[in-house]
């Protein structure tokens, strides 16, 4: 018999029901499908008509989510009634020109930003995890993967270092299992986890290691460039020998940003804080005078690569706001169009 304690139900879930039904988590997301673990086992559930109405696409279910589900009479399914508010929400912005958000992952206590200790290497993609971690509500925990191939690891701590202040930095092997204890001690007392990282990076080997078990399948890298294949190709949650959960998320060499001005707060702290120092409020940081930005670029207390990742990121997030607000307007514009549409065609009462 299943036990949803182990995927981290507690008394504070249980004071945010409103629906009729049995709590559940999400633990697979299928197209307009979910697998659902209950206390009376796994089901296969789908979203009532009158939720699915209700609500926008970003509060439909998500892997991670507690949800309120009803079994069918004589079935291994059921449907999903409410889904339950949520403690952190981590997405990304989708692919292409669409402004939407893409969920990747609800209610995770950790993210683990991976990245191997190789090609892979990019702080300044570090930087744009990081960003996404702290504005989800998330703790961030940065792996360094594949330590039995590195012989210094020395310059990888310092670069991370500069960037996640007060962050917790491991350095991993799934090959020797060095590391991998002090990874699952993060996840005691059934808390979640998300591993997030490049294709080829490592992560499923990291599942695999984490699990005691080749439950995920790996994929060879080229050694030119370290780079893999998506081994991964869908969100899954896995319930660890352990205790704790971990989500497994297809690899993203490529993270645009969604709308993560807390985070870039918290992220670049260093640069905010030195801004916040100049003499002008409204100081661009270019020639103004008592600007503390420039002067600590000039005297190397500020890395150049770091302040310009600061000004990209901004830019992008100001484009971002720019986009929605457009698709915002643009969306009201139409439904009054349309009320007003239906409001002209609708025939007129005799008296």
């Not at 992952?105 to 991976?114: I, K, R």
Request: hydrophobic share 35%; with cysteine.
């Amino acid at each position: 018999m299943t036990n949803i304690e182990q995927y981290g139900w507690n008394s504070s879930w249980q004071e945010k029901i409103t629906a009729p039904g049995i709590p559940g988590r999400v633990t697979l997301e299928h197209k307009n499908l979910y697998r659902v673990v209950t206390d009376n086992g796994e089901w296969l559930c789908s979203l009532s008509g009158k939720y699915r109405h209700q609500h926008n696409r970003i509060e439909f279910p998500c892997v991670g989510d507690w949800v309120m589900a009803e079994q069918m009479p004589g079935e291994e399914k059921g449907i999903i009634h409410q889904v339950l508010p949520r403690t952190s929400q981590f997405s990304r912005k989708g692919a292409g020109e669409t402004s939407d958000i893409q969920l990747i992952a609800v209610n995770v206590d950790s993210v683990f930003l991976a990245m191997s200790l190789n090609h892979d290497f990019n702080v300044r993609r570090l930087e744009r995890y990081l960003l996404a971690a702290w504005d989800s509500g998330s703790n961030p925990v940065v792996v360094l993967t594949k330590k039995d191939q590195c012989p210094d690891i020395e310059p990888y701590l310092q670069q991370v270092e500069s960037v996640a202040f007060g962050v917790p930095v491991y350095a991993v092997s799934a090959l020797t299992g060095e590391g991998i204890d002090a990874l699952q001690n993060q996840l005691a007392g059934s808390k979640t986890g998300a591993l997030l990282g490049s294709s080829g990076v490592g992560k499923s080997s990291l599942i695999n290691a984490l699990s005691g078990t080749q439950r995920m399948m790996v994929q060879d890298i080229r050694e030119n460039d370290s780079k893999g294949r998506h081994t991964t190709t869908h969100r899954e949650m896995i319930l660890l020998p352990a205790g704790g959960l971990m989500i497994d998320t297809p690899g993203m060499r490529e993270f645009q940003l969604g709308d993560y001005s807390e985070g870039v707060e918290a992220g670049f702290r260093d640069v905010e804080e030195l801004a916040l120092a100049c003499r002008f409020r409204d100081c661009a940081h270019h020639d103004e005078p008592g600007c503390r930005v420039q002067k600590a670029l000039q005297n190397g207390e500020l890395d150049a690569g770091r302040y310009r990742s600061y000004l990209k990121l901004k830019r992008e997030l100001a484009h971002m706001e720019r986009k929605s607000d457009a698709a915002a307007q643009k969306a009201e514009r139409n439904k009054w169009r349309q009320v007003t549409k239906d409001y002209r065609t609708r025939p007129v009462k005799k008296r």
